[in-house]
């Protein structure tokens, strides 16, 4: 074998060159990687023994994608397109061996080869739409010309990947092999035994033409995901470079592609993106928790509670092959709960993404009980009951000694104190707080809150856990409400006093949509039903929660609430007499009516946040910014585009952060808009939450 560059070496057996790319952990192409393909080839075209060549890579994947931590620098060596072209005008075949995930510049880089085969367990996408990109070496070209403009749109605007089978069907790859290497090898072989020809994508045109003669395939398309992708930029822009591919010339649509690429590139919303790629693998990282810490091994989950949280996370348990008990108090209780998740996962079934079969089988994984000493031999038990402290307390004074050693004993509470319900137990170092967010089978974002005893072994894994089932988890401290909830609390606030100022709540929320979240303040508390916490009996229109509770508003759940909502379509109209109520409200306790711009409204909602986030530095109660930001992102909704809240307040400038804290604190007044000494520091020494780093 000899080297080729740093990460690439050639070998040449039986007539063919067989080049292998070995840069770990994911073989990204870093420039000695797209130099050593260049080189490579042309070695192997200059050798006249070799007959045809095999690309192909050591490690646990295909190439992976561009190296992202060179985008921004200074380009070094040979760019992709160029490696592409060597590949491509080679005269002798090549052949693109694929094991795990061929992506973005990885699958572009192999359909610059003649012929693609692959191992079943293959997986194929461009997912550069997720760091705010297109494919920027020909991939937005040659995708549609391969498996047709429908394919090509959906895969390149979701970033979702594909398997082997589907890629063989949409000829994307030519043939799945059972050896990787002797396959791809047999396939050369044949290739010049009898004389292929050296197939080119770019020269493809036939399955352009069913969007040339359809071109309203476009439209249908930006229809159907214009909920999905609102705000986003990347998304639009792939979908007209497809366009392109379909309306001009190969070449041109390269040259189109790379405009689009470098407007993107060079945009806000992919340094957003990019940074959040980066952030969240960053999360699973506890600078105080060795890599190497033992785990416990979790074989069997147990849920106390069988409601709307537990349900759910028994689900995420179950979707991964984990068998998991759950508890309820009485058997009413339980099957109540048990018949939500077998509705939960028909719903799935009618929408496609599961089968009969998959139902049973994950159901078969659910079982239930109404004793807690079912959970004896359970490697992890979550509870999940009514958010009481004497209840939890309760609780885990019984799971000490029901459960055996070494099992974690976690807590899904969403604000008590993790540190007491630890008391309750003569072994505070397996209690932790694994915070699921609502749907807790939707989503993503896992608040992991380690105690003041909570041991190293039972944090290394409850973020192992989590990852495990398809969480993203975040380490954090224990405060009230933890990172994620205690920063919505502050947003909550102003919320409310602007509306008490005479903003109308849609206002508000309107602003916020348009920021990018899915919904504002005030939807959200209608969704959630307004009598959370609302006694009838003890109401005296004493708040605007009150008031509105009293005036037969309960949110969503009876049509009326800051909104009306259509009894049909569920679309929701502002409610004037809810306006005039609060307003009124506001007036008759003297508060101060004010004119509102969007500007207002933003910053109003949206610094506090981040005063309160630097306030969550400085307590250590979160790791590092960017942890802040994972967990506004994947359990608020905050627009990843933007980076989240601590990102966003770098791009903003920390300087005019505070220069506006202080305006409003001056005016305002109130502990939220009490200035974070972090933050002003970092202000006056001209740096940026980033700046901080990890
Ligand atoms: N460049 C640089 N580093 C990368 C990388 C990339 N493309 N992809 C992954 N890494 C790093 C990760 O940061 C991580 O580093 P760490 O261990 O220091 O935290 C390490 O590789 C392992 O990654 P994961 O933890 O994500 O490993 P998984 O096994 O869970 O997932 C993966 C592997 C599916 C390849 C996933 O890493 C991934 O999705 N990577 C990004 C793929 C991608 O976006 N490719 C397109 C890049 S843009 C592009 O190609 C532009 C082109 O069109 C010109
Ligand atoms: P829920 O009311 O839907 O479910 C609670 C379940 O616990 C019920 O099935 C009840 O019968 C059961 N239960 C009560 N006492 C019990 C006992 N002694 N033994 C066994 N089971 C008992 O409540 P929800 O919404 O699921 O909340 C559960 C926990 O999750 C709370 O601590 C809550 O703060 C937290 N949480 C809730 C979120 C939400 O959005 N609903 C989000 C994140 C956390």
């Known amino acids: 074998m000899t080297a080729v560059s740093q990460s690439v070496s050639l070998e040449v057996e039986d007539g063919i060159a067989v080049i292998t790319i070995d840069n770990p952990p994911v073989n990204a192409l870093s420039s000695h990687v797209r130099d050593g393909i260049a080189d490579g080839v042309e ?129 994307l790859i030519n043939e799945i092999v059972d050896d990787l290497k002797a396959g791809a090898m047999a396939f050369a072989r044949k290739a010049v035994d009898e004389g292929w020809p050296l197939v080119k994508i770019r020269d493809f045109d036939e399955k352009l033409q069913a969007a040339k003669d359809d071109p309203e395939i476009f439209t249908r398309f930006r229809a159907k995901t214009a909920r999905k992708t609102r705000g986003f930029l990347a998304p639009e822009y792939n979908i007209q470079c497809i366009e392109a591919a379909v309306n001009m010339p190969f070449d041109e649509g390269i040259k189109f592609e790379r405009e689009r690429f470098t407007e993107l590139m060079n945009g806000t919303q992919s340094a957003a993106q990019r940074y959040y790629f980066f952030a969240e693998r960053q999360a699973a990282k506890i600078p105080d928790v060795p890599k190497d810490t033992p785990q416990i091994e979790i074989n069997t989950a147990g849920i106390i509670g069988a409601g709307t949280m537990g349900g759910g996370i028994a689900m995420n348990f179950a979707n991964v092959g984990i068998p998991v008990i759950i508890v309820d108090r009485d058997q009413a209780s339980l099957d109540k709960g048990l018949g939500v998740v077998r509705k939960n996962y028909e719903r799935s079934v009618k929408s496609g993404r599961l089968t009969m079969e998959d139902v049973d089988a994950r159901m ?234 969007e500007e207002i409204i933003l910053d109003r909602c949206l610094l506090p946040m981040v005063n309160e986030g630097a306030k969550i530095l400085e307590e250590g109660i979160a790791i590092r910014p960017s942890d802040i930001d994972v967990i506004w992102i994947n359990g608020y909704g905050w627009p990843v585009y933007t980076g989240g809240p601590m990102f966003w307040a770098d791009t903003v400038g920390l300087d005019v952060v505070v220069e506006k804290i202080k305006h409003y604190s001056a005016m305002l007044g109130g502990r939220h808009w009490e200035l974070s000494p972090l933050l002003e520091r970092l202000a006056a020494e001209g740096k940026t939450f980033q700046s901080m780093g990890s």
């Not at 003041?452 to 856990?465: E, P």
């Open 43 to 171: 070695q192997a075209i200059a050798d006249d023994s070799v007959t045809a060549i095999v690309l192909i890579c050591a490690g646990r994947t295909f190439i992976a994608g561009a190296d992202i931590t060179e985008f921004g620098g200074a380009s070094k060596g040979r760019s992709l397109p160029e490696t592409q072209a060597t590949m491509e005008n080679s005269p002798k075949p090549i052949v693109a061996a694929i094991h795990g995930t061929a992506l973005g510049g990885g699958l572009e880089t192999a359909m610059a080869a003649h012929y693609r085969v692959a191992i079943d367990s293959a997986e194929f996408g461009l997912p550069e739409v997720k760091l705010g990109l297109l494919p920027g070496a020909g991939g937005t070209q040659r995708l549609p010309r391969v498996t047709g403009v429908q394919k090509a749109l959906e895969m390149m605007t979701s970033g979702d990947r594909i398997g082997a089978d589907e890629a063989l069907e949409c000829g």
């Open 364 to 597: 078969a994984l659910i079982s239930g009980a109404t004793s807690r000493e079912a959970l004896a031999d359970v490697d992890i038990v979550i509870e999940a009951v009514f958010e009481f402290m004497d209840l939890k307390k309760e609780i885990f004074a019984d799971l000490d000694r029901i459960c055996k050693p070494g099992a974690l004993l976690a807590s899904n509470t969403s604000a008590l104190d993790v540190n007491e319900i630890a008391s309750a137990t003569s072994r505070p170092e397996s209690v932790i707080g694994m915070h699921f967010f609502s749907p807790a089978n939707v989503m993503k974002l896992l608040e992991n809150v380690r105690g003041d005893a909570t041991s190293d072994t039972v944090i290394a894994t409850a973020m192992a856990v989590g990852k495990r089932i398809g969480k993203i988890p975040a380490l954090v401290g224990v405060c009230q409400g933890f990172v994620g909830n205690r920063i919505l609390a502050q947003r909550r606030i102003e919320a409310d006093n602007m509306a008490l100022e005479g903003a109308p709540p849609a206002m508000i929320d309107d602003v916020l949509y348009d920021f990018g979240f899915p919904m504002g303040p005030f939807a959200m508390s209608d969704l959630a039903g307004l009598d959370i916490g609302w006694d009838p009996e003890k109401s005296t229109g004493s708040t605007v929660k009150e008031l509105i509770n009293e005036s037969g508003r309960h949110g969503q759940k009876n049509g009326r609430g800051y909104y009306t909502y259509d009894p049909e379509t569920r679309a929701k109209t502002p409610d004037p007499e809810v306006v005039a109520m609060i307003k009124a409200f506001g007036e008759s306790k003297g508060v101060e009516q004010r004119e509102f711009t």
